[in-house]
């Protein structure tokens, strides 16, 4: 029966006591299915600013150990750290990242035949983990405006500006309008193209104003990032003007 040093000794790479010569086929099949070292593994997300840890070891097989032998490739992310098989410290930097090392895995025996009372081999992989470290900081507004803010009482558009940014990008701008007569309603502003930071426009009609009292509409907006942060603004009014009093004149006595 083959020892444990002859079987490694063969290049077969798992191996246990007592368990019987296997082909490369079985030994290429055996890899494939417990220790694919050519896919990626995704860590936990991460949150910026906050602490963070994750085991590689768990992200490669349930319920094995592993342990890491090799700097990562490229560095960690700014404000993590990997000491043996853990990702810990608090990231800095939002977006995707990652990184490729060198595990020494630790195992029950596999295949055909195979003892695993007690019986663990250790395993050399190269494996690559990503995870991303998602963005906690919220849209800055720098502008949020209706021009004109009063028109007459026949009505006209009145152009809404909204001037935003973000570290990671804005992706949608909801404008909502509270109209005079209690109902409301929202509508995406058109922008930038893609993820981006500038200038948000658009056309609003105020209709008609056929009562002597002045109608008001009132406009609040909500900004959001790749990440789901959002940030709000508002409220700013357009105001159409009440139309005047008809004045009857009579006709004067004779």
């Not at 190269?126 to 209706?146: C, G, H, T, Y």
């Not at 409301?184 to 922008?191: I, S």
């Not at 008609?208 to 789901?228: I, K, W």
């Not at 105001?239 to 009857?248: I, N, Q």
Request: charged content about 10%; glycine content about 10%; aromatic content about 6%.
């Amino acid at each position: 029966m083959p020892t444990v040093r002859t079987l490694l000794a063969a290049g077969l790479g798992i191996a246990c006591l007592g368990a019987p010569m296997r082909t490369a086929a079985q030994i290429k099949s055996e890899q494939e299915k417990w220790c694919p070292v050519w896919a990626s593994s995704p860590l936990p997300e991460a949150r910026q600013g906050q602490p963070y840890s994750a085991s590689l070891g768990s992200n490669i097989i349930a319920g094995v150990s592993a342990v890491q032998t090799m700097p990562p490739l490229p560095a960690m992310p700014a404000g993590l750290t990997l000491a043996g098989d853990k990702v810990q410290g608090t990231p800095t930097n939002a977006g995707y990242a990652s990184f490729t090392t060198q595990l020494s895995v630790l195992y029950p025996c596999l295949g055909a035949g195979a003892t695993t009372s007690g019986g663990k081999v250790s395993y050399y992989i190269r494996k690559s983990f990503q995870f991303k470290v998602r963005d906690m900081q919220p849209p800055q507004l720098s502008a949020f405006s209706v021009d004109p803010s009063t028109v007459s009482a026949s009505g006209a558009s009145v152009m809404v500006l909204v001037g935003a940014s973000d570290n990671v990008g804005v992706t949608r701008v909801m404008l909502t309008v509270l109209h005079p007569d209690g109902h409301q309603g929202a509508t995406p502003v058109p922008g930038p193209n893609g993820l981006g930071s500038g200038k948000w426009q658009l056309a609003i009609p105020l209709a008609l104003n056929s009562a002597a009292t002045p109608a008001v509409y009132t406009f609040t907006v909500s900004v959001e990032d790749a990440d789901g942060n959002v940030a709000r603004a508002g409220p700013v009014t357009a105001t159409v003007a009440g139309h005047a009093p008809v004045r009857t004149l009579l006709p004067k006595r004779p």
